[in-house]
């Protein structure tokens, strides 16, 4: 019997253990400009990306449901995309690191992903990357995910 509850608690935490991805990631707007290696944590109810500049502190973005944290300062999700994103919708960066579609329109499904275009907007997922350009405001998400070394 003892060794059932073990055996239960053993895989109840080992699922909920966060993911951990190494990524690539260039973040470039007008107010942001961050590009360098790092990794992307995905738990229960939160995702987080850590950025390890060459030479400087790390950068981490912490995505909870209604914040967005930027070390360990947190904005309201919709303020935060609004000010340095210029007004998307709040579950702007979730979608990209989900690798889901932005909205339901325009939507061309490739042999690794899709595509999503419009006058000013391109965003494309594949298995291993994510591009998000808009010319218009001059944004861009890009994030490669990264295979383990072995």
């Not at 080992?14 to 707007?29: D, E, L, M, W, Y």
């Not at 999700?77 to 989900?98: A, N, P, Q, T, V």
């Not at 000013?120 to 997922?125: D, G, L």
């Amino acid at each position: 019997m003892k060794f059932l509850i073990y055996f239960v608690l053993f895989i109840f935490f080992i699922g909920c253990a966060p993911k951990t991805t190494p990524i690539f990631v260039t973040i470039n707007s007008p107010k942001i400009k961050i590009s360098d290696e790092g990794f992307l944590k995905e738990g229960f109810g939160y995702k987080e990306i850590i950025i390890y500049k060459a030479g400087n502190f790390p950068i981490k973005f912490l995505l909870k449901q209604n914040q967005i944290c930027v070390n360990n300062k947190c904005f309201n999700k919709y303020f935060f995309i609004k000010h340095y994103f210029y007004g998307y919708e709040k579950d702007f960066f979730d979608k990209i690191l989900s690798k889901k579609p932005l909205s339901l329109k325009f939507i061309k499904k490739t042999s690794n992903g899709f595509v999503q275009k419009s006058k000013y907007i391109i965003y494309i997922v594949k298995k291993n990357s994510v591009l998000f350009k808009d010319k218009k405001r001059k944004i861009v998400v890009f994030i490669k995910f990264l295979k383990e070394k072995r």
